[in-house]
T-cell receptor, first 115, second 109 residues
Framework: GAVVSQHPSWVICKSGTSVKIECRSL??????MFWYRQFPKQSLMLMAT?????????EQGVEKDKFLINHASLTLSTLTVTSAHPEDSSFYIC???????????FGPGTRLTVL | DAKTTQPTSMDCAEGRAANLPCNHS???????VYWYRQIHSQGPQYIIH???NNETNEMASLIITEDRKSSTLILPHATLRDTAVYYC??????????FGTGTRLKVLA
C-alpha cells in the first residue's frame, strides 16, 4: 500500500514552453502533498507544501508564479513549470501523506530537461 | 525542523554491518528522527523512524542517544543493493522534511 505515482517519468521540452507534472496517491487519500526539486549530485530541496482545496505554501526563494501547484483532489496534485528555461532542468519529486501515517510516501520522480 | 549533520560518504564490506551516524543536536522534544535512502534517480525510500526509544524493523535498527542529540542507523548485513544516499531528518511527524546532504554509502563486494 501507500503508492505514489508521477507522470511523466521524464520529459524534454523547448525553452519557453510550460510543462505539467502529475502526482497521484494510488491507494490512499492524501491530505498533504509536497514537491521537491533535486539537481545532480545535490540533496532534495523542498519547493512547496500543498493541501487539498487550498493554496500551496511555497518555500522561500521559490517563485509561485513560475511553479504553479494545483491540489484539486485528495489523490492528485499537479506542478506546472511555466515558461521553462534550461536552468529549470532538474529531477522533480513529489510526496504524499495522510494524518494517520507517520511518514511521507515518495513518488519515483520526473526528470525534466529544457532545451 | 532540526538541522542534521552526516558524514559525506562511507564504505562498507558486503555482509558486514553498516553504521551510519547522524548528529541532530538541535532536535526538539516533539521531533522524530526519520531515515530515508535514495537509490540513484529514484524517489526516497522510507527506512525507519523513532522518537527516543531504539527501533528495529525488517530493514534496519535505529539507535538514538539518551540526550537525543544523535542517532545511528544500522543495516545489519549490508548488500550491494544497499548502496545509496542515506538521509537523516528531524521533523515533527508528517510535517515538511528538510533534507540535509546525506551520507553516500557504498557497499563493496
Amino acid at each position: 500500500g501507500a503508492v505514489v505515482s508521477q507522470h511523466p517519468s521524464w520529459v524534454i521540452c523547448k525553452s519557453g514552453t510550460s510543462v505539467k507534472i502529475e502526482c497521484r496517491s494510488l491507494d490512499f487519500q492524501a491530505t498533504t502533498m509536497f514537491w521537491y526539486r533535486q539537481f545532480p549530485k545535490q540533496s532534495l530541496m523542498l519547493m512547496a507544501t500543498s493541501n487539498e482545496g487550498s493554496k500551496a505554501t511555497y518555500e522561500q526563494g521559490v517563485e509561485k508564479d513560475k511553479f504553479l501547484i494545483n491540489h484539486a483532489s485528495l489523490t492528485l496534485s499537479t506542478l506546472t513549470v511555466t515558461s521553462a528555461h534550461p536552468e529549470d532542468s532538474s529531477f522533480y519529486i513529489c510526496s504524499a501523506t495522510v494524518l494517520a501515517a507517520n511518514e511521507q510516501f515518495f513518488g519515483p520522480g520526473t526528470r525534466l530537461t529544457v532545451l | 525542523d532540526a538541522k542534521t549533520t552526516q558524514p559525506t560518504s562511507m564504505d562498507c564490506a558486503e555482509g558486514r554491518a553498516a553504521n551510519l551516524p547522524c548528529n541532530h543536536s538541535t532536535i526538539s522534544g516533539n521531533e522524530y528522527v526519520y531515515w530515508y535512502r535514495q537509490i540513484h534517480s529514484q524517489g526516497p525510500q522510507y527506512i525507519i523512524h523513532g522518537l527516543k526509544n531504539n527501533e528495529t524493523n525488517e530493514m534496519a535498527s535505529l539507535i538514538i542517544t539518551e540526550d537525543r542529540k544523535s542517532s545511528t542507523l544500522i543495516l545489519p548485513h549490508a548488500t550491494l543493493r544497499d548502496t545509496a544516499v542515506y538521509y537523516c531528518i528531524g521533523t515533527s511527524g508528517t510535517y515538511k522534511y528538510i533534507f540535509g546532504t546525506g551520507t553516500r554509502l557504498k557497499v563493496l563486494a
